[in-house]
């Protein structure tokens, strides 16, 4: 039962562009997510989150929508650097309980110069 | 500046051997997790531990163990290696928050080869 999806495995953008990437989560208990940014060999770093209490959160380049009602939350990014390929998750957790984050697949972005 | 350390970047088991994977956080958190990196899966938890001595299982916790005997250190075990377990394994930790969700805080993985 995958709980957070993002059906897109790849993504290529042009230097300057707005890249934008798609996420789709199934459970409700869900009140927190979280963008995390993976480049080869080395571990994910936190980029962004936003709370169930918001429908956007904004960081510079960087801005996260969330739609309650569709269950879905995407990630802005503007404009487009050749630094920003790499692998994007997306993850969701529930802020009582075990906390735990369930991630998604990932999409892997690439800037194009 | 905080930093997940894991003892590993390549290893190569044979199958049926012990193997152990360790992880050491330098940020006094209470949460450490392992999760395991594998190609259109994803990160799927294996198992998470709230402070010492205490662990929980994942969502695929089959043919892992872990130990928690410090707080800092947290360590996965797989009891005998098998081939489908070949992967990125990534050790987490993160503090507890009460108003939302703290961020996981990742080591660079351990990528293991079981032949």
């Known amino acids: 039962d995958q709980q957070v999806k993002q059906n897109s495995p790849s993504l290529s953008v042009q230097e300057g562009r707005i890249s934008i990437l798609n996420c789709d989560y199934t459970?409700?208990?869900?009140?927190?997510f979280l963008w995390y940014k993976k480049y080869p060999a080395e571990g994910p770093t936190f980029l962004i989150s936003i709370s169930s209490i918001k429908d956007k959160n904004e960081d510079g380049r960087f801005t996260v929508f969330l739609n309650k009602s569709a269950k879905h939350l995407s990630l802005h990014i503007v404009p487009s650097q050749p630094g920003d390929s790499a692998v994007y998750f997306c993850?969701?957790?529930?802020?009582?309980?075990?906390?735990?984050?369930?991630f998604g697949q990932g999409t892997r972005l690439t800037i194009n110069p | 500046d905080v930093k997940v350390t894991q003892s590993s970047r390549y290893l190569v088991k044979r199958t049926g051997e012990k193997v152990f994977l360790e992880c050491v956080q330098d940020?006094?958190?209470?949460?450490m997790f392992w999760y395991r990196q594998d190609p259109g899966l994803g990160l799927r938890l294996i198992y998470f531990?709230?402070?010492?001595?205490?662990?929980e299982k994942g969502d695929i916790p089959e043919g892992y163990s872990v130990s928690r005997e410090k707080k800092e250190r947290f360590s996965l075990i797989l009891e005998s290696a098998s081939t489908n377990q070949t992967s990125m394994y990534l050790c987490?930790?993160?503090?507890?928050?009460?108003?939302?969700?703290?961020?996981?805080?990742f080591g660079s993985g351990t990528q293991l080869s079981v032949l």
């Open positions: 531990s709230y402070d010492v001595k205490m662990k």
């Open positions: 940020m006094d958190h209470e949460n």
């Open positions: 987490a930790s993160s503090s507890s928050g009460r108003i939302r969700v703290e961020k996981l805080f």
């Open positions: 993850a969701g957790a529930a802020i009582q309980g075990a906390q735990k984050l369930v």
């Open positions: 459970n409700s208990m869900f009140d927190y």
